[in-house]
DNA sequence: CCATGATAGTCATGAAAATGACTAGTCAGG
DNA sequence: CCTGACTAGTCATTTTCATGACTATCATGG
């Protein structure tokens, strides 16, 4: 019951449909859920069905059509009562760090690749995340936009995204570091 | 087929029995991986029936006996092909950011109170991980036991958890601090 | 003596998520 | 003209996770 909540939390601010949605989802650029397009697609199919969101059919020329979906008053219901009970703590749930987790006993050379490949992958989140946060705020400064400014949700969403990826390059810049050294440690040995 | 790295990483460094390993994996000690009792047992079962563990029964005197687990040399294989190749990048879902994004469409109380539960956990969150940290390198500072200390891994892992509970607890603050200030500014219109 | 809580697990069921395969039209490039 | 990429989805299956309920024994506190 968590995508659920997630597909209209995304959907209220401004119209979207379907494939948008399922893009954004995908590529985590709704960076507070990360969903495959099925199961969005899915989970829309749902949420029709118990009337939290509407769709209108789009007739679109040179294109398929499509349907652009909007949260009812009964979705916006849902959501505030999802709001008003106590979110489950989160936990990490990474693979990178089982890997790491087994450093010493796997080999160091395939670990410094993954850190690496995972630090460019980070790199590259922050900077999306960061031109999102720019394009969301226009003119103004942060603070201007986060007083005054519209849409702060997904402002602030944002914000948490960057600073987890920032993070995760930090510590896998970190973690190379000490490994190449206490490579180079055993072979002066 | 995550749960089964992550368990298999988790006894490299010393055998545990299945209660202690379930119990790790329930609170988020074995910090970069969750899982509950259950899971736990099951992923055991069928990892031993695969040959990458192996365990052996310990009698005990007032208590239940208890099975202590260690790697096999088939396990430690499985692991190493698992560290070659890359771990599929890895996404923040978490409800309260659900919540947040939801900001401005519903209750502000409401979602103060929830960031506010969130940020004590994270505190005492951290407060456990450093805790462990200090408990893992023992009298080194960091850098001596980074260079020369056994189980870096489970060192390394724990820092990105401290790292992530600590992101946590800043975003909910300022969070916090952003939605007080709207409301007030609100307030005064 | 009774209730708790810790140790040490097992079983069954259901919800959620991941994966692979498929339809069908449009547009741009070679 | 063919290929591949983009729009806009759907269907079916499997794997993984989460949940609740249940069995035992022992130790502790009141």
Same mark, same amino acid.
């Given at each position: 019951?968590?995508?659920?909540?997630?597909?209209?939390?995304?959907?209220?601010?401004?119209e979207l449909s379907g494939y948008e949605?399922?893009?954004?989802?995908?590529?985590?650029?709704?960076?507070?859920?990360?969903?495959?397009?099925?199961?969005?697609?899915?989970?829309?199919?749902?949420?029709?069905?118990?009337?939290?969101?509407a769709g209108r059919e789009v007739v679109q020329e040179n294109r398929p059509n499509k349907r652009l979906f909007?949260?009812?008053?009964?979705?916006?219901?849902?959501?505030?009562?999802?709001?008003?009970?106590?979110?489950?703590?989160?936990?990490?749930?990474?693979?990178?760090?089982?890997?790491?987790?087994?450093?010493?006993?796997?080999?160091?050379?395939?670990?410094?690749?993954?850190?690496?490949?995972?630090?460019?992958?980070?790199?590259?989140?922050?900077?999306?995340?960061?031109?999102?946060?720019?394009?969301? #705020? *226009?003119?103004?400064? %942060? !603070?201007?936009?986060?007083?005054?400014?519209? @849409? +702060?949700?997904?402002? $602030?969403?944002? &914000? #948490? *995204?960057?600073?987890? %990826? !920032?993070?995760?390059?930090?510590?896998?810049? @970190? +973690?190379?570091?000490? $490994?190449?050294? &206490?490579?180079?440690?055993?072979?002066?040995?």
């Amino acid at each position: 019951m968590a995508l659920r909540h997630a597909v209209l939390a995304a959907l209220l601010d401004g119209e979207l449909s379907g494939y948008e949605l399922a893009k954004a989802f995908d590529l985590g650029v709704a960076n507070f859920w990360h969903a495959r397009p099925q199961q969005v697609y899915a989970e829309l199919t749902r949420l029709e069905e118990d009337g939290f969101v509407a769709g209108r059919e789009v007739v679109q020329e040179n294109r398929p059509n499509k349907r652009l979906f909007r949260v009812t008053d009964a979705g916006l219901a849902q959501l505030q009562s999802f709001t008003a009970v106590a979110a489950k703590p989160s936990f990490i749930r990474d693979d990178l760090l089982v890997q790491v987790q087994a450093a010493g006993h796997v080999d160091t050379g395939a670990l410094i690749e993954r850190l690496t490949e995972r630090a460019a992958i980070a790199r590259e989140k922050a900077g999306l995340f960061a031109k999102l946060l720019r394009t969301m #705020r *226009g003119e103004c400064t %942060e !603070e201007e936009f986060l007083r005054h400014g519209a @849409h +702060v949700g997904p402002y $602030l969403t944002c &914000r #948490r *995204g960057l600073a987890f %990826e !920032e993070g995760n390059r930090e510590w896998c810049e @970190h +973690v190379i570091a000490v $490994l190449r050294d &206490r490579a180079e440690n055993r072979a002066g040995d």
